[in-house]
């Protein structure tokens, strides 16, 4: 298949020394049938028996065909020689680059853009403001906790979506709208990852079930009072499957959307990973220039001594040119980013300013949202370019009526170096000449103050079954029972180890013993499972909502009771409702680090 477009490039004059090529019925110094002959029949052709479109005398316009015959070209990564302004322009770089990039501009594109610019207008309305919505996943949605959870981010009109393995008890219990999902944590083919597109947060109050042996009675009245007044068992799938082989599949379902705090390497060369891409020259050759720019490796050239990617060349303003470009071929599958808030380049400057130019259209001549950045000379330096800074341009002109830029569907990436900047704008750093710029690295990264993207249901006690010298007498049912209960507590923690070690900004609550009261009681926050007492599920439900916005609360586990004793009833005026908390003069005393493992990993008896 064919495509066929339009383009207008440099008329040599009669005292160039270049090959003179014949479009259009201008004269050759060469001749058609050796120029046919190096091209192949049918990649140049001339249906126009005049130029449709004529700027000056300097432009003439021919016809290009693209055809599936003709291989891609590698990158060139060898030294560039030439001089500013002392090239001819090279149709067979102009050819490399297509062939390089298997596509040509839009035809239609390109003459809006000439249009454009003969008629000098520009827009002047504001560019689109992105759309940084996002949803919230609940697991275990139709728990005692994980049920209020959903109905305060409700009430928050915030999105939610809700993972659970009954969808008819989902619906009965959440309404018929509410955006469900149905899988098993313990099975990891349900967990499909198209489940969790879109999904920034997640909160998790999936637990091993624990009922009375005897059963309980129709009101429920035993789950109502707890374990603590009857004996129990594990009902369904073991501590186990749940807690740690669950923990394990769900944190691999959402780790992708929800990212982690490192942030993703996108390209470049850190310590002992790498990923790499596949960059190709774009240079104003494609308008009729000669400037000429590459990318090589430079095995030794990184800032501790490694590898790392050079953007290098010789930018000139001769035949209206201007800049350079190294830009990368499609991906294969679109880069996800949503879970970040920008990319990070870490680069060796050299005082002039560049572009980052990211597409979302597999198009080879598209909208490409840009943002520029100044850089230090011989200083090694990184660069942070939130999405949200990113214009959407079409050959240096902005786009108001473009689209908002979508993280989630990433395809290429561009660096360039411009006499232009934006709207008829000149950049003030550029000089003619050769230049040269490292880059180690792109990174995605979430930006300052992080908060918890995974907030975690787990319950006091994990760290106590094999502590050394406590009395067991004195801790609560679970603690005692551990072994009997399938070894609950145990593998509670080693689903909380799986947290902590995922790099998901996260926040582990582990509340005491769990009660239908109301909230609104007074709150002790404690660190080093040492704690006993009760706690209302609406209580651990609204903290659970409030450390997804608190950077107090990022990478800290605690424990949580009520003041009010556990023999103590706990009830509230309707008529005189309790303030509402501001969880954060809580979340502001926890420490990094205190877990309660800290007696257990000093003691030779193993969790």
Known sequence: MECCCYYSFPKPSSSSSSTILNFQGVSSSVGRRSFEKTLRPGVLSSPLSKPFLQLNDRFQPFVYRQSSL????????????????????????????LYFFNGLPSPAKFFEFLIEKLSGSSSSEPVK????????????ATGGVGRRVVNILRKKGLSVRVLVRNEEKARRMLGPEVDLIVGDITKESTLVPEYFKGVRKVINAVSVIVGPKEGDTPDRAK????IKFFEPEIKGDSPEMVEYIGMKNLINAVKGSVGVQSGKLVYGFEDNSSSELTWGALDDVVMGGVSESTYRIDSTGGENGGPTGVFTGVVSTANNGGFTSIRTKNFSVPEDLSAYDGLELRLKGDGRRYKLIVR??????????????DTVEGQWQSVRLPFSSLRPIFRARTVSDAPPFDPSQIVSLQLMFSKFEYDGKLNPTFVEGAFQLP????????KDPITPRFVHVGSAGVTRPDRPGLDLSKQPPAVRLNKE???????????????????????IVRPCALTEEPAGADLIFDQGDNITGKISREEVAQICVAALESPYACDKTFEVKSVIPFSEPYTVDPENPPPEKDYNVY???????????????????AV
């Not at 992105?130 to 697991?139: E, H, K, P, Q, R």
């Not at 979302?360 to 950045?373: E, K, L, M, Q, R």
């Not at 979340?587 to 008896?605: A, M």
């Open 360 to 373: 979302t259209s597999s198009d080879w001549d598209t909208v490409g949202y840009t943002s520029s950045f």
């Open 70 to 97: 003709y291989p891609p070209l590698r990158t060139y990564k060898g030294p560039i020689f030439s001089e500013a302004g002392k090239q001819g322009w090279d149709f067979g770089r102009f050819l490399k680059t």
């Open 223 to 226: 789950y109502s009072q707890g």
């Open 439 to 446: 880059v180690s690295s792109i990174r995605a990264y979430i």
């Open 587 to 605: 979340f502001k005393t926890l420490k990094d680090g205190i877990t309660g493992k800290e007696i257990l990993e000093r003691s030779p008896v």
């Open 129 to 140: 403001a992105m759309d940084n919505s996002s949803i919230i996943l609940v697991a275990g």
């Open 485 to 507: 209960l399938g070894f609950i507590l145990t593998f509670k923690l080693k689903g909380e180890d799986l947290v902590r070690e995922s790099g998901i900004p996260y926040t």
